[in-house]
Nanobody
Framework: QVQLVESGGGLVQAGGSLRLSCAAS????????MGWFRQTPGEEREFVAA????????YYGDSVKGRFTISRDNAKNTVSLQMNSLKPLDTAVYYC?????????????????WGQGTQVTVSS
Protein backbone atom coordinates (compact mmCIF):
# COMPACT_ATOMS: atom_id res chain seq x y z
CA GLN A 1 0.00 0.00 0.00
CA VAL A 2 1.14 3.56 -0.64
CA GLN A 3 0.01 6.91 0.74
CA LEU A 4 0.21 10.00 -1.43
CA VAL A 5 0.39 13.65 -0.37
CA GLU A 6 0.24 16.45 -2.91
CA SER A 7 1.61 19.95 -2.48
CA GLY A 8 2.34 23.04 -4.54
CA GLY A 9 -1.11 24.17 -5.57
CA GLY A 10 -2.21 27.78 -5.36
CA LEU A 11 -3.38 30.85 -7.22
CA VAL A 12 -1.52 32.01 -10.34
CA GLN A 13 -2.23 34.40 -13.19
CA ALA A 14 -2.80 33.14 -16.69
CA GLY A 15 0.51 32.50 -18.43
CA GLY A 16 2.24 31.70 -15.17
CA SER A 17 3.73 28.48 -13.84
CA LEU A 18 3.27 26.14 -10.90
CA ARG A 19 5.02 22.97 -9.84
CA LEU A 20 3.04 20.28 -8.07
CA SER A 21 4.74 17.61 -6.02
CA CYS A 22 3.49 14.31 -4.69
CA ALA A 23 5.30 12.52 -1.89
CA ALA A 24 4.72 8.79 -1.52
CA SER A 25 5.18 6.62 1.53
CA UNK A 26 6.48 3.07 1.41
CA UNK A 27 9.53 1.32 0.07
CA UNK A 28 8.15 0.20 -3.29
CA UNK A 29 7.49 3.52 -4.99
CA UNK A 30 9.43 2.47 -8.08
CA UNK A 31 6.97 -0.39 -8.65
CA UNK A 32 4.08 2.01 -9.30
CA UNK A 33 3.01 3.79 -12.43
CA MET A 34 2.23 7.36 -11.35
CA GLY A 35 -0.34 9.73 -12.75
CA TRP A 36 -1.85 13.16 -12.32
CA PHE A 37 -5.54 13.81 -12.78
CA ARG A 38 -7.70 16.88 -12.28
CA GLN A 39 -11.32 17.51 -11.49
CA THR A 40 -13.70 20.45 -11.46
CA PRO A 41 -17.09 20.47 -9.72
CA GLY A 42 -19.69 18.42 -11.54
CA GLU A 43 -17.18 16.94 -13.95
CA GLU A 44 -15.46 13.58 -14.17
CA ARG A 45 -11.84 13.25 -13.23
CA GLU A 46 -9.67 14.13 -16.23
CA PHE A 47 -6.34 12.53 -17.14
CA VAL A 48 -3.45 15.00 -17.12
CA ALA A 49 -0.22 13.02 -17.25
CA ALA A 50 1.35 9.68 -16.38
CA UNK A 51 4.84 8.26 -16.10
CA UNK A 52 6.16 4.73 -16.23
CA UNK A 53 7.77 3.05 -13.26
CA UNK A 54 11.32 3.82 -14.35
CA UNK A 55 10.45 7.27 -15.66
CA UNK A 56 11.41 6.50 -19.23
CA UNK A 57 7.93 6.92 -20.72
CA UNK A 58 5.53 9.80 -20.22
CA TYR A 59 2.00 10.44 -21.44
CA TYR A 60 -0.10 13.59 -21.52
CA GLY A 61 -3.67 14.62 -22.02
CA ASP A 62 -4.27 16.56 -25.21
CA SER A 63 -5.16 19.75 -23.35
CA VAL A 64 -1.81 19.94 -21.56
CA LYS A 65 0.65 18.61 -24.14
CA GLY A 66 3.55 20.96 -24.64
CA ARG A 67 2.77 22.89 -21.45
CA PHE A 68 3.01 20.34 -18.62
CA THR A 69 5.86 17.98 -17.76
CA ILE A 70 5.68 15.00 -15.44
CA SER A 71 8.79 13.62 -13.77
CA ARG A 72 9.66 11.30 -10.90
CA ASP A 73 12.53 10.69 -8.52
CA ASN A 74 12.42 7.10 -7.30
CA ALA A 75 15.21 7.73 -4.80
CA LYS A 76 13.09 10.40 -3.11
CA ASN A 77 9.69 8.75 -3.64
CA THR A 78 8.32 11.80 -5.40
CA VAL A 79 6.51 12.62 -8.62
CA SER A 80 6.17 16.16 -9.91
CA LEU A 81 4.10 18.06 -12.43
CA GLN A 82 5.62 21.20 -13.89
CA MET A 83 2.83 23.35 -15.30
CA ASN A 84 3.71 26.22 -17.63
CA SER A 85 1.64 28.65 -19.69
CA LEU A 86 -1.29 28.09 -17.39
CA LYS A 87 -4.79 28.95 -18.55
CA PRO A 88 -7.99 29.63 -16.60
CA LEU A 89 -9.30 26.30 -17.96
CA ASP A 90 -6.53 24.56 -16.00
CA THR A 91 -8.29 25.55 -12.78
CA ALA A 92 -9.14 22.35 -10.90
CA VAL A 93 -8.26 20.14 -7.99
CA TYR A 94 -5.22 18.11 -9.02
CA TYR A 95 -4.77 14.56 -7.77
CA CYS A 96 -1.74 12.33 -7.68
CA UNK A 97 -2.43 8.63 -8.25
CA UNK A 98 -0.53 5.35 -8.19
CA UNK A 99 -1.18 2.23 -10.21
CA UNK A 100 0.16 -1.18 -9.14
CA UNK A 101 0.32 -2.74 -12.60
CA UNK A 102 3.19 -2.13 -15.03
CA UNK A 103 1.19 -0.79 -17.96
CA UNK A 104 0.62 2.95 -18.05
CA UNK A 105 -3.03 3.87 -18.45
CA UNK A 106 -5.00 7.10 -18.71
CA UNK A 107 -8.20 5.90 -17.06
CA UNK A 108 -8.73 7.04 -13.49
CA UNK A 109 -10.55 3.79 -12.69
CA UNK A 110 -7.36 1.81 -13.19
CA UNK A 111 -5.38 3.63 -10.48
CA UNK A 112 -5.32 2.09 -7.05
CA UNK A 113 -4.22 4.87 -4.69
CA TRP A 114 -5.03 8.56 -4.57
CA GLY A 115 -3.88 11.64 -2.75
CA GLN A 116 -6.23 14.16 -1.17
CA GLY A 117 -5.82 16.67 -3.98
CA THR A 118 -4.45 20.20 -4.24
CA GLN A 119 -6.31 23.20 -5.62
CA VAL A 120 -4.91 25.06 -8.62
CA THR A 121 -6.61 28.31 -9.57
CA VAL A 122 -5.60 30.28 -12.66
CA SER A 123 -6.94 33.81 -12.89
CA SER A 124 -7.48 35.62 -16.18
Amino acid sequence: QVQLVESGGGLVQAGGSLRLSCAASGRTFSSYVMGWFRQTPGEEREFVAAISRGGGSTYYGDSVKGRFTISRDNAKNTVSLQMNSLKPLDTAVYYCAARSAAVVTTSSGTYDYWGQGTQVTVSS
